[in-house]
């Protein structure tokens, strides 16, 4: 399968700080990535769409000024939580499809585990 | 709203048996299911994926369609107790939303 990769794998931080979570796709280019959010013993929601060279389009709920995406090439993708607060917490995993594979199945990052003391 | 079903579980097989997950949808106008397996603490990874009613074989893996239950299941054969993880069910709507629709998953307990 495809290799998404996402840095950092664990990040621990103050509340009121700022987060960025990169992800890449490592062998192929990605005009579309994904991110999702997973809290403890949930499933994972959606947060929103990113474009290559375009806004991203956030899912109902998430705030966009406060998750800020930014996909600038086609195999780069960052998500930045801005002033982040213990709430935010939880396991941020991007996906990607891969077109030449499939318009539909998406390959998942080892995802971003995020601690706000 | 788009749902995905799943019994949380545990769901527990003994070595060697065959393990039944199963999932049901409520968007009728779903057209691509997958199934993800997800150890704790990692991000899912791709087992199958499944587009027309019926059966489809990968190695142990066999997934099952069937759009007018809206119903979709993985067979695991031969269950090996590297197979504990919890199992996610996922469906796509080509021309909607372009994420993924989960369910809760799983938790599937291989004995020893």
């Known amino acids: 399968g495809a290799v998404v990769s996402q840095h950092p794998s664990r990040v621990i931080c103050k509340s009121g700080t700022s987060v960025k979570i990169e992800c890449r796709s490592l062998?192929?280019?990605?005009?579309?990535m994904f991110w999702y959010r997973q809290f403890p013993k949930q499933s994972l929601m959606l947060m929103a769409t990113?474009?290559?060279?375009?806004?991203?389009?956030?899912e109902q709920g998430v705030e966009k000024d406060k998750f800020l995406i930014n996909h600038a090439s086609l195999t780069l993708s960052t998500l930045t939580v801005t002033s982040a607060h213990p709430e935010d917490s939880s396991f941020y995993i991007c996906?990607?499809?891969?077109?030449?594979?499939?318009?539909?199945?998406?390959?998942f990052g080892p995802g971003t585990r995020l601690t706000v003391l | 709203q788009k749902e995905v079903e799943q019994n949380s579980g545990p769901l527990s097989v003994p070595e060697g048996a065959i393990a039944s997950l199963n999932c049901t949808y409520s968007?009728?106008?779903?057209?691509?299911f997958f199934w993800y397996r997800q150890y704790s603490g990692k991000s899912p990874e791709l087992i199958m994926s499944?587009?027309?009613?019926g059966d489809k074989e990968d190695g142990r893996f066999t997934a099952q369609l069937n759009k007018a239950s809206q119903y979709v299941s993985l067979l695991i054969r031969d269950s090996q107790p590297s197979d504990s993880a919890t199992y996610l069910c996922?469906?796509?709507?080509?021309?909607?939303?372009?994420?993924?629709?989960f369910g809760k998953g799983t938790h599937l307990i291989i004995q020893p």
């Open positions: 996906s990607a499809r891969v077109p030449l594979i499939s318009t539909d199945t998406q390959y």
């Open positions: 990113s474009n290559e060279g375009s806004k991203a389009t956030y």
């Open positions: 968007d009728r106008g779903s057209q691509s």
């Open positions: 996922a469906v796509y709507r080509r021309g909607g939303a372009d994420g993924l629709t």
């Open positions: 062998d192929f280019q990605a005009t579309t």
């Open positions: 499944i587009y027309s009613n």
